[in-house]
Protein backbone atom coordinates (compact mmCIF):
# COMPACT_ATOMS: atom_id res chain seq x y z
CA UNK A 1 0.00 0.00 0.00
CA UNK A 2 1.44 3.74 -1.04
CA UNK A 3 1.84 5.68 2.35
CA UNK A 4 0.63 8.91 2.47
CA UNK A 5 3.08 11.48 2.46
CA UNK A 6 2.07 14.13 5.22
CA UNK A 7 3.76 17.13 6.40
CA UNK A 8 4.96 17.08 9.97
CA UNK A 9 3.35 20.52 10.05
CA UNK A 10 0.85 22.23 8.18
CA UNK A 11 1.90 24.43 6.22
CA UNK A 12 5.25 25.29 7.12
CA UNK A 13 7.13 24.61 3.88
CA UNK A 14 6.24 24.01 -0.13
CA UNK A 15 6.21 20.42 -1.68
CA UNK A 16 9.36 19.33 -2.88
CA UNK A 17 8.12 19.76 -6.49
CA UNK A 18 6.66 22.79 -6.52
CA UNK A 19 7.80 25.23 -8.94
CA UNK A 20 10.88 27.13 -7.75
CA UNK A 21 12.10 24.17 -5.62
CA UNK A 22 11.33 23.20 -2.48
CA UNK A 23 11.08 26.26 0.34
CA UNK A 24 10.26 27.00 3.93
CA UNK A 25 7.51 29.12 3.94
CA UNK A 26 7.28 32.27 6.29
CA UNK A 27 4.84 35.31 6.80
CA UNK A 28 5.61 38.65 6.54
CA UNK A 29 4.09 41.51 8.13
CA UNK A 30 2.91 43.68 5.55
CA UNK A 31 2.87 47.00 7.68
CA UNK A 32 6.22 46.61 9.19
CA UNK A 33 8.02 44.13 6.61
CA UNK A 34 9.20 41.36 9.71
CA UNK A 35 9.34 37.99 8.64
CA UNK A 36 8.21 35.37 10.96
CA UNK A 37 9.38 31.74 10.86
CA UNK A 38 8.00 29.66 12.00
CA UNK A 39 5.14 31.48 10.64
CA UNK A 40 2.84 33.92 12.44
CA UNK A 41 -0.56 34.16 11.25
CA UNK A 42 -2.69 35.90 14.30
CA UNK A 43 -0.25 38.83 14.98
CA UNK A 44 2.90 40.52 13.99
CA UNK A 45 5.67 40.09 17.12
CA UNK A 46 7.88 43.67 16.22
CA UNK A 47 6.44 45.94 19.36
CA UNK A 48 7.33 48.75 17.15
CA UNK A 49 4.91 47.46 14.45
CA UNK A 50 2.53 50.17 13.16
CA UNK A 51 -0.16 47.84 13.02
CA UNK A 52 -2.69 47.33 10.84
CA UNK A 53 -0.95 45.00 8.59
CA UNK A 54 -1.46 41.61 7.27
CA UNK A 55 0.37 38.69 7.45
CA UNK A 56 0.79 37.09 4.27
CA UNK A 57 2.76 33.82 3.66
CA UNK A 58 6.11 33.99 2.10
CA UNK A 59 9.24 31.45 1.06
CA UNK A 60 12.57 32.03 2.88
CA UNK A 61 15.73 32.20 0.58
CA UNK A 62 16.38 28.26 -0.57
CA UNK A 63 20.31 29.06 0.92
CA UNK A 64 22.31 30.45 3.37
CA UNK A 65 25.05 29.67 5.35
CA UNK A 66 25.57 27.81 8.59
CA UNK A 67 25.68 29.72 11.82
CA UNK A 68 26.17 26.23 14.10
CA UNK A 69 25.68 22.82 13.93
CA UNK A 70 26.05 19.69 16.13
CA UNK A 71 24.57 15.59 16.20
CA UNK A 72 22.01 13.95 18.36
CA UNK A 73 24.38 10.89 19.53
CA UNK A 74 21.30 9.70 21.60
CA UNK A 75 18.01 8.77 21.35
CA UNK A 76 15.62 11.98 21.70
CA UNK A 77 12.44 11.68 23.92
CA UNK A 78 8.89 11.30 22.79
CA UNK A 79 7.51 13.19 20.72
CA UNK A 80 10.45 12.45 18.46
CA UNK A 81 9.63 8.91 16.91
CA UNK A 82 12.44 6.85 16.59
CA UNK A 83 12.24 2.80 16.42
CA UNK A 84 13.77 1.21 19.98
CA UNK A 85 14.18 -1.80 18.40
CA UNK A 86 16.84 -0.31 16.00
CA UNK A 87 19.84 1.32 17.22
CA UNK A 88 20.24 4.64 17.36
CA UNK A 89 21.49 6.51 14.11
CA UNK A 90 23.07 10.07 15.04
CA UNK A 91 21.36 13.05 13.00
CA UNK A 92 22.82 16.10 12.24
CA UNK A 93 21.09 19.22 13.44
CA UNK A 94 22.21 22.50 11.48
CA UNK A 95 21.08 26.35 13.00
CA UNK A 96 21.51 27.96 9.58
CA UNK A 97 21.25 31.95 9.24
CA UNK A 98 19.33 33.57 6.07
CA UNK A 99 20.79 36.61 4.92
CA UNK A 100 17.86 38.55 3.36
CA UNK A 101 15.47 37.09 6.42
CA UNK A 102 18.20 37.72 8.81
CA UNK A 103 17.57 35.09 10.79
CA UNK A 104 18.68 31.50 11.71
CA UNK A 105 16.41 28.36 11.34
CA UNK A 106 17.77 25.34 12.86
CA UNK A 107 16.76 22.10 10.92
CA UNK A 108 18.16 18.61 10.41
CA UNK A 109 20.85 17.53 8.23
CA UNK A 110 19.94 15.83 4.71
CA UNK A 111 20.41 12.14 5.11
CA UNK A 112 24.63 11.40 5.18
CA UNK A 113 25.36 14.93 6.67
CA UNK A 114 27.34 14.34 9.22
CA UNK A 115 29.17 17.31 11.64
CA UNK A 116 32.35 16.45 9.67
CA UNK A 117 31.17 17.86 6.46
CA UNK A 118 30.20 21.10 7.93
CA UNK A 119 31.75 24.55 9.20
CA UNK A 120 30.63 27.65 10.53
CA UNK A 121 30.05 30.24 7.47
CA UNK A 122 29.55 26.99 5.07
CA UNK A 123 27.01 27.99 2.25
CA UNK A 124 23.94 25.23 3.04
CA UNK A 125 20.34 24.66 1.27
CA UNK A 126 17.01 23.65 2.66
CA UNK A 127 16.11 20.55 0.87
CA UNK A 128 12.46 18.60 1.31
CA UNK A 129 13.21 14.90 3.11
CA UNK A 130 11.50 12.51 5.36
CA UNK A 131 11.73 12.40 9.07
CA UNK A 132 10.45 9.05 9.11
CA UNK A 133 7.20 6.94 7.70
CA UNK A 134 4.67 4.48 9.50
CA UNK A 135 2.72 1.88 8.61
CA UNK A 136 0.66 4.14 6.60
CA UNK A 137 2.08 7.29 5.98
CA UNK A 138 5.34 9.30 5.57
CA UNK A 139 6.33 12.21 7.79
CA UNK A 140 7.93 15.12 5.40
CA UNK A 141 9.91 17.88 6.78
CA UNK A 142 13.02 20.39 5.75
CA UNK A 143 16.68 19.71 5.85
CA UNK A 144 19.94 20.95 5.08
CA UNK A 145 22.94 20.02 3.20
CA UNK A 146 25.97 21.61 1.58
CA UNK A 147 25.29 23.41 -1.65
CA UNK A 148 27.53 21.15 -4.32
CA UNK A 149 26.96 18.16 -2.10
CA UNK A 150 28.99 16.05 0.61
CA UNK A 151 32.47 15.67 -0.17
CA UNK B 1 29.54 52.66 60.16
CA UNK B 2 29.29 50.29 56.85
CA UNK B 3 29.83 52.31 54.54
CA UNK B 4 33.53 51.43 54.12
CA UNK B 5 32.66 48.07 52.99
CA UNK B 6 32.28 47.11 49.45
CA UNK B 7 28.71 46.18 49.55
CA UNK B 8 28.14 49.89 50.86
CA UNK B 9 25.79 51.64 53.09
CA UNK B 10 22.38 50.23 52.99
CA UNK B 11 20.40 51.62 50.38
CA UNK B 12 16.79 51.87 49.41
CA UNK B 13 14.80 48.66 48.25
CA UNK B 14 17.35 46.40 49.66
CA UNK B 15 15.88 43.28 51.81
CA UNK B 16 17.55 40.58 54.40
CA UNK B 17 18.58 37.17 54.09
CA UNK B 18 18.20 36.21 57.45
CA UNK B 19 18.27 32.47 57.00
CA UNK B 20 19.27 29.78 53.89
CA UNK B 21 18.47 26.11 53.64
CA UNK B 22 18.93 23.38 51.07
CA UNK B 23 18.17 19.54 50.95
CA UNK B 24 21.56 18.06 48.99
CA UNK B 25 21.53 17.32 45.72
CA UNK B 26 20.90 14.06 44.22
CA UNK B 27 18.90 11.12 42.63
CA UNK B 28 16.58 10.45 46.07
CA UNK B 29 13.78 8.82 44.68
CA UNK B 30 11.13 10.69 46.98
CA UNK B 31 8.57 13.52 46.21
CA UNK B 32 9.73 17.20 45.75
CA UNK B 33 7.94 18.37 48.35
CA UNK B 34 9.73 16.49 50.90
CA UNK B 35 12.64 18.22 49.62
CA UNK B 36 11.19 21.45 49.77
CA UNK B 37 10.04 21.17 53.21
CA UNK B 38 13.74 20.49 54.35
CA UNK B 39 15.54 23.13 52.36
CA UNK B 40 12.86 25.08 54.31
CA UNK B 41 12.99 23.71 57.54
CA UNK B 42 16.68 24.51 57.31
CA UNK B 43 16.25 28.19 56.31
CA UNK B 44 14.28 28.62 59.41
CA UNK B 45 16.37 27.23 61.48
CA UNK B 46 19.27 29.30 60.21
CA UNK B 47 17.14 32.41 60.73
CA UNK B 48 16.24 31.73 63.44
CA UNK B 49 12.65 31.40 63.10
CA UNK B 50 9.76 29.35 63.53
CA UNK B 51 7.56 28.86 60.28
CA UNK B 52 4.69 30.63 62.30
CA UNK B 53 6.51 33.55 62.11
CA UNK B 54 6.35 33.49 58.47
CA UNK B 55 3.97 36.40 56.85
CA UNK B 56 3.92 35.05 53.12
CA UNK B 57 5.40 32.02 51.52
CA UNK B 58 6.34 31.96 47.69
CA UNK B 59 6.80 28.78 45.99
CA UNK B 60 8.74 27.87 42.79
CA UNK B 61 7.06 25.74 40.81
CA UNK B 62 7.86 22.24 39.39
CA UNK B 63 6.24 21.19 35.79
CA UNK B 64 7.12 17.66 36.91
CA UNK B 65 5.11 16.30 39.81
CA UNK B 66 1.72 17.59 38.47
CA UNK B 67 -0.65 20.01 40.30
CA UNK B 68 1.14 19.81 43.45
CA UNK B 69 3.81 21.10 41.33
CA UNK B 70 1.59 23.65 40.05
CA UNK B 71 1.14 25.44 43.24
CA UNK B 72 4.06 24.52 45.08
CA UNK B 73 3.88 27.69 47.66
CA UNK B 74 0.38 26.11 48.70
CA UNK B 75 2.11 23.00 48.33
CA UNK B 76 4.84 23.85 50.76
CA UNK B 77 2.30 25.80 53.33
CA UNK B 78 0.73 22.51 53.61
CA UNK B 79 3.59 20.49 54.14
CA UNK B 80 4.76 22.81 56.91
CA UNK B 81 1.36 23.03 58.44
CA UNK B 82 -1.40 25.26 57.50
CA UNK B 83 -0.76 28.68 59.28
CA UNK B 84 -2.73 31.45 57.13
CA UNK B 85 0.42 33.09 55.80
CA UNK B 86 -0.14 34.81 52.38
CA UNK B 87 0.74 32.42 49.65
CA UNK B 88 2.35 32.98 45.75
CA UNK B 89 3.04 30.31 43.36
CA UNK B 90 5.76 31.02 40.44
CA UNK B 91 6.78 29.72 37.63
CA UNK B 92 9.87 31.04 35.14
CA UNK B 93 11.44 28.05 33.90
CA UNK B 94 14.92 28.10 35.21
CA UNK B 95 14.24 31.47 36.53
CA UNK B 96 11.78 30.23 38.47
CA UNK B 97 13.26 30.68 41.86
CA UNK B 98 14.87 34.08 41.02
CA UNK B 99 11.43 35.04 40.37
CA UNK B 100 10.18 33.52 43.08
CA UNK B 101 12.54 35.66 45.31
CA UNK B 102 11.64 38.93 43.54
CA UNK B 103 7.72 38.27 44.57
CA UNK B 104 8.77 38.01 47.85
CA UNK B 105 11.01 41.07 47.77
CA UNK B 106 8.05 43.01 46.03
CA UNK B 107 6.00 42.04 49.08
CA UNK B 108 8.83 42.89 51.63
CA UNK B 109 9.22 46.65 49.96
CA UNK B 110 5.18 46.94 49.66
CA UNK B 111 5.04 46.98 53.26
CA UNK B 112 3.06 43.80 52.80
CA UNK B 113 5.03 40.97 54.38
CA UNK B 114 7.86 41.64 56.79
CA UNK B 115 9.33 37.93 56.90
CA UNK B 116 8.74 35.84 53.37
CA UNK B 117 9.92 32.16 52.89
CA UNK B 118 10.70 31.03 49.72
CA UNK B 119 10.81 27.60 48.35
CA UNK B 120 11.68 25.50 45.13
CA UNK B 121 12.28 21.73 44.79
CA UNK B 122 12.36 19.08 41.98
CA UNK B 123 12.06 15.48 41.69
CA UNK B 124 13.77 15.46 38.04
CA UNK B 125 13.26 12.38 35.92
CA UNK B 126 16.66 10.19 34.63
CA UNK B 127 18.07 11.50 30.99
CA UNK B 128 16.76 14.49 28.50
CA UNK B 129 14.05 16.34 30.01
CA UNK B 130 10.84 15.68 28.00
CA UNK B 131 8.02 18.29 26.81
CA UNK B 132 4.65 17.72 28.95
CA UNK B 133 2.59 14.92 26.94
CA UNK B 134 0.01 15.06 24.33
CA UNK B 135 -0.11 16.63 20.71
CA UNK B 136 0.24 20.20 20.64
CA UNK B 137 1.26 21.18 17.73
CA UNK B 138 1.18 25.27 19.10
CA UNK B 139 3.96 23.93 21.72
CA UNK B 140 6.95 25.53 20.51
CA UNK B 141 8.55 23.35 22.92
CA UNK B 142 6.82 20.00 22.10
CA UNK B 143 7.47 21.05 18.17
CA UNK B 144 11.58 21.09 18.68
CA UNK B 145 11.66 17.85 19.77
CA UNK B 146 8.26 16.10 17.13
CA UNK B 147 10.55 17.68 14.03
CA UNK B 148 13.70 18.04 15.36
CA UNK B 149 14.78 15.66 18.42
CA UNK B 150 16.43 18.83 19.91
CA UNK B 151 17.05 18.05 23.16
CA UNK B 152 18.78 20.96 25.39
CA UNK B 153 22.32 19.85 25.26
CA UNK B 154 21.78 19.96 21.55
CA UNK B 155 21.58 23.96 22.34
CA UNK B 156 24.31 24.04 24.34
CA UNK B 157 26.24 22.27 21.45
CA UNK B 158 25.26 24.91 18.94
CA UNK B 159 26.33 27.55 21.28
CA UNK B 160 29.38 26.08 21.96
CA UNK B 161 30.48 24.98 18.22
CA UNK B 162 29.61 28.41 17.81
CA UNK B 163 32.44 29.67 20.22
CA UNK B 164 34.97 27.30 18.72
CA UNK B 165 34.43 28.99 14.96
CA UNK B 166 34.09 32.80 16.66
CA UNK B 167 37.04 32.60 19.24
CA UNK B 168 39.08 29.50 18.86
CA UNK B 169 37.96 27.97 21.59
CA UNK B 170 38.53 23.77 21.67
CA UNK B 171 37.05 21.00 24.25
CA UNK B 172 40.28 21.30 26.05
CA UNK B 173 39.18 24.35 27.51
CA UNK B 174 36.11 23.48 27.97
CA UNK B 175 37.42 20.63 30.09
CA UNK B 176 39.13 22.96 32.32
CA UNK B 177 35.75 24.29 33.29
CA UNK B 178 34.89 20.96 33.96
CA UNK B 179 37.80 20.55 36.39
CA UNK B 180 37.34 24.03 37.97
CA UNK B 181 34.06 23.23 39.23
CA UNK B 182 34.28 19.50 40.21
CA UNK B 183 37.23 20.73 42.37
CA UNK B 184 35.10 23.82 43.86
CA UNK B 185 31.68 21.19 44.35
CA UNK B 186 34.18 18.32 45.81
CA UNK B 187 34.27 21.28 49.04
CA UNK B 188 30.43 20.95 48.99
CA UNK B 189 28.31 18.85 51.38
CA UNK B 190 25.09 19.93 49.44
CA UNK B 191 26.49 19.32 45.71
CA UNK B 192 25.80 15.75 44.34
CA UNK B 193 28.96 14.89 42.66
CA UNK B 194 31.84 15.70 45.30
CA UNK B 195 34.68 14.34 43.60
CA UNK B 196 37.26 15.85 41.50
CA UNK B 197 37.00 15.29 37.62
CA UNK B 198 40.53 15.26 34.99
CA UNK B 199 40.73 16.99 32.04
CA UNK B 200 41.41 13.19 30.75
CA UNK B 201 38.23 11.62 31.99
CA UNK B 202 36.14 14.38 30.50
CA UNK B 203 37.56 13.44 27.35
CA UNK B 204 36.70 9.81 27.60
CA UNK B 205 33.38 10.71 28.79
CA UNK B 206 31.14 10.15 25.47
CA UNK B 207 29.93 12.63 22.97
CA UNK B 208 26.19 13.47 23.49
CA UNK B 209 26.07 16.51 20.90
CA UNK B 210 29.23 17.23 19.29
CA UNK B 211 31.44 18.94 20.24
CA UNK B 212 29.81 18.44 24.29
CA UNK B 213 30.52 15.10 26.04
CA UNK B 214 29.03 13.79 28.78
CA UNK B 215 31.16 15.42 31.44
CA UNK B 216 30.69 19.22 29.59
CA UNK B 217 26.78 18.71 29.79
CA UNK B 218 24.70 19.25 33.60
CA UNK B 219 23.09 16.85 34.78
CA UNK B 220 19.03 16.50 36.29
CA UNK B 221 18.72 16.25 39.73
CA UNK B 222 16.02 15.85 43.30
CA UNK B 223 16.89 18.92 45.27
CA UNK B 224 15.53 21.58 47.74
CA UNK B 225 16.40 25.28 48.25
CA UNK B 226 14.91 27.93 50.45
CA UNK B 227 15.54 31.29 52.02
CA UNK B 228 14.05 33.50 54.71
CA UNK B 229 14.12 37.14 53.75
CA UNK B 230 12.78 40.10 55.90
CA UNK B 231 13.16 44.19 55.56
CA UNK B 232 15.66 45.39 56.80
CA UNK B 233 13.61 46.81 59.90
CA UNK B 234 12.50 43.57 60.93
CA UNK B 235 16.23 42.34 60.69
CA UNK B 236 17.40 45.14 62.79
CA UNK B 237 15.02 44.44 65.07
CA UNK B 238 15.65 40.91 65.92
CA UNK B 239 19.22 41.99 66.32
CA UNK B 240 20.58 41.12 62.98
CA UNK B 241 22.82 44.61 62.47
CA UNK B 242 24.89 43.41 59.28
CA UNK B 243 22.50 40.61 57.21
CA UNK B 244 23.57 39.67 53.61
CA UNK B 245 21.31 42.18 51.70
CA UNK B 246 19.50 41.11 48.40
CA UNK B 247 20.31 44.34 45.98
CA UNK B 248 19.16 43.41 42.93
CA UNK B 249 16.64 40.94 40.89
CA UNK B 250 16.39 41.09 37.70
CA UNK B 251 13.84 39.16 35.42
CA UNK B 252 14.01 41.17 32.81
CA UNK B 253 12.80 39.62 28.98
CA UNK B 254 14.46 39.71 25.89
CA UNK B 255 14.27 42.59 23.51
CA UNK B 256 12.65 42.06 19.39
CA UNK B 257 14.33 40.91 17.66
CA UNK B 258 16.21 37.73 19.17
CA UNK B 259 19.29 36.79 17.69
CA UNK B 260 20.63 34.19 19.31
CA UNK B 261 18.76 30.88 18.80
CA UNK B 262 17.18 30.30 22.44
CA UNK B 263 15.12 27.12 23.83
CA UNK B 264 13.07 25.72 22.69
CA UNK B 265 12.87 28.31 19.73
CA UNK B 266 13.11 26.62 16.11
CA UNK B 267 14.45 30.29 14.58
CA UNK B 268 15.48 33.29 15.66
CA UNK B 269 13.21 36.67 15.17
CA UNK B 270 13.86 38.29 12.37
CA UNK B 271 15.91 41.52 12.05
CA UNK B 272 14.91 42.94 8.87
CA UNK B 273 12.69 45.38 10.30
CA UNK B 274 14.03 46.70 13.35
CA UNK B 275 18.35 46.79 14.17
CA UNK B 276 19.00 43.88 16.83
CA UNK B 277 19.91 45.43 20.47
CA UNK B 278 23.94 45.78 21.20
CA UNK B 279 24.69 42.89 23.15
CA UNK B 280 22.85 39.38 24.00
CA UNK B 281 20.08 38.93 26.32
CA UNK B 282 21.83 37.24 28.87
CA UNK B 283 23.84 40.12 29.46
CA UNK B 284 20.81 42.23 29.39
CA UNK B 285 19.93 40.40 32.20
CA UNK B 286 22.98 41.08 34.22
CA UNK B 287 23.23 44.74 33.56
CA UNK B 288 19.86 45.04 34.86
CA UNK B 289 20.82 43.60 37.58
CA UNK B 290 24.36 45.81 37.87
CA UNK B 291 22.10 49.04 37.09
CA UNK B 292 19.29 48.10 39.92
CA UNK B 293 22.59 47.48 42.59
CA UNK B 294 24.66 50.38 41.29
CA UNK B 295 28.03 48.38 41.13
CA UNK B 296 29.63 47.03 38.32
CA UNK B 297 31.43 43.69 37.31
CA UNK B 298 34.48 45.42 38.90
CA UNK B 299 32.81 45.08 42.08
CA UNK B 300 32.27 41.18 42.73
CA UNK B 301 33.89 38.81 44.62
CA UNK B 302 32.26 35.74 42.99
CA UNK B 303 29.40 35.18 40.48
CA UNK B 304 27.15 32.33 40.35
CA UNK B 305 25.90 31.25 36.50
CA UNK B 306 24.07 28.91 34.88
CA UNK B 307 26.71 26.74 32.97
CA UNK B 308 24.38 24.03 31.74
CA UNK B 309 27.38 23.14 30.06
CA UNK B 310 30.75 24.10 30.59
CA UNK B 311 31.17 26.56 27.38
CA UNK B 312 28.06 27.93 28.75
CA UNK B 313 29.72 29.13 31.61
CA UNK B 314 32.40 30.88 29.35
CA UNK B 315 29.70 32.53 27.57
CA UNK B 316 28.31 34.13 31.05
CA UNK B 317 31.78 34.85 32.01
CA UNK B 318 31.19 37.53 28.85
CA UNK B 319 27.83 38.20 29.62
CA UNK B 320 27.98 39.46 33.07
CA UNK B 321 31.16 41.20 32.45
CA UNK B 322 33.95 39.64 33.53
CA UNK B 323 36.03 40.22 30.45
CA UNK B 324 35.09 41.28 26.61
CA UNK B 325 33.32 39.07 24.04
CA UNK B 326 35.84 36.19 23.42
CA UNK B 327 38.06 36.28 26.01
CA UNK B 328 36.71 33.64 28.27
CA UNK B 329 38.87 31.15 28.08
CA UNK B 330 41.44 33.68 29.29
CA UNK B 331 40.42 34.24 32.16
CA UNK B 332 39.75 30.82 33.00
CA UNK B 333 43.28 29.45 32.01
CA UNK B 334 44.68 32.53 34.03
CA UNK B 335 42.55 30.88 37.11
CA UNK B 336 40.94 33.99 37.75
CA UNK B 337 37.67 32.14 38.07
CA UNK B 338 39.01 29.02 39.74
CA UNK B 339 38.52 29.77 44.41
CA UNK B 340 41.79 31.36 44.91
CA UNK B 341 41.24 33.65 41.48
CA UNK B 342 40.59 36.96 41.42
CA UNK B 343 36.89 36.33 41.17
CA UNK B 344 36.09 32.65 41.44
CA UNK B 345 32.73 31.80 39.40
CA UNK B 346 30.86 28.72 41.34
CA UNK B 347 32.65 28.61 44.27
CA UNK B 348 29.33 26.18 44.73
CA UNK B 349 30.49 23.93 42.41
CA UNK B 350 27.88 25.12 40.14
CA UNK B 351 25.17 23.03 38.13
CA UNK B 352 28.09 20.94 37.06
CA UNK B 353 28.23 19.59 40.45
CA UNK B 354 24.75 19.99 41.28
CA UNK B 355 23.17 19.00 38.13
CA UNK B 356 19.99 21.21 37.84
CA UNK B 357 17.03 21.39 40.05
CA UNK B 358 14.90 23.72 37.66
CA UNK B 359 12.50 25.67 40.18
CA UNK B 360 15.72 25.52 43.24
CA UNK B 361 18.51 26.24 41.20
CA UNK B 362 18.25 29.98 41.11
CA UNK B 363 17.17 29.85 44.97
CA UNK B 364 20.82 27.95 45.53
CA UNK B 365 22.71 30.33 43.69
CA UNK B 366 21.57 32.80 46.35
CA UNK B 367 22.11 30.52 48.87
CA UNK B 368 25.66 29.91 48.44
CA UNK B 369 26.23 34.12 47.71
CA UNK B 370 24.71 34.39 51.18
CA UNK B 371 27.27 31.84 52.67
CA UNK B 372 29.82 33.37 50.89
CA UNK B 373 29.07 36.70 52.00
CA UNK B 374 28.61 35.22 55.75
CA UNK B 375 31.97 33.93 55.49
CA UNK B 376 30.31 30.31 56.34
CA UNK B 377 31.23 29.21 53.20
CA UNK B 378 34.32 26.52 54.87
CA UNK B 379 36.77 25.19 52.67
CA UNK B 380 35.46 26.73 49.32
CA UNK B 381 35.39 30.59 51.17
CA UNK B 382 36.55 33.23 48.97
CA UNK B 383 38.34 35.37 51.59
CA UNK B 384 36.31 38.75 52.24
CA UNK B 385 33.62 38.12 50.01
CA UNK B 386 31.66 41.30 50.16
CA UNK B 387 29.55 41.56 46.90
CA UNK B 388 27.87 38.66 44.41
CA UNK B 389 26.08 37.99 41.22
CA UNK B 390 23.88 35.01 40.16
CA UNK B 391 22.88 34.83 36.65
CA UNK B 392 20.92 32.52 34.71
CA UNK B 393 18.62 31.38 31.86
CA UNK B 394 15.56 30.02 30.74
CA UNK B 395 13.19 28.92 28.32
CA UNK B 396 10.39 30.90 26.81
CA UNK B 397 12.11 34.46 27.22
CA UNK B 398 13.34 33.82 31.07
CA UNK B 399 16.57 34.58 32.71
CA UNK B 400 17.31 36.47 36.24
CA UNK B 401 20.39 37.59 37.74
CA UNK B 402 20.73 38.53 41.98
CA UNK B 403 23.34 40.55 43.74
CA UNK B 404 23.76 40.25 47.22
CA UNK B 405 25.87 42.22 49.30
CA UNK B 406 27.54 42.50 52.81
Not at chain 1, 16 to 24: I, M, T
Not at chain 2, 59 to 86: E, H, I, K, M, N
Amino acid sequence: MERTRTPVVQGWFTEADAEGGFRLLGTRCSACTAVFFPREDAHCRNPHCPGGGELAEVPLSPRGRVWSYTDGRYRPPAPYVSDPAVPWDPYTLVAVELEAEGMVVLGQGAPGVTVADLAVGMEVEVVGGVLHEDATTTWLTWQFKPVGGVA
Amino acid sequence: MSGDRAGGAEVRGEVAVLGAGMHPWGKWGRGFVEYGRAAARAALADAGLEWTDVDSVVGADTVRSGYPGYVAGATFARALGWQGARVTSVYAACASGAQAIGAARAQILAGLADVVLVVGADAAPKGFFAPAGGERPDDPDWLRFRILGAVNPAYFALYARRRMALYGDSGEDFAQVKVKNAAAGALNPNARYRKAVTAEEVAASAVVADPLRLLDICATSDGGAALVLSSMEFARARGAADPVRIRAVSTVTPTYPRTVLDLPDIATDSAVAVAPAAGSFRSSIARAAYEEAGLGPGDLSLAEVYDLSTALELDWYEDIGLCGEGEAVKLLREGATALGGRVPVNPSGGLSSFGEAVPAQAIAQVCELTWQLRGTAGARQVPGARAGITANQGLFGHGSAVVAVR
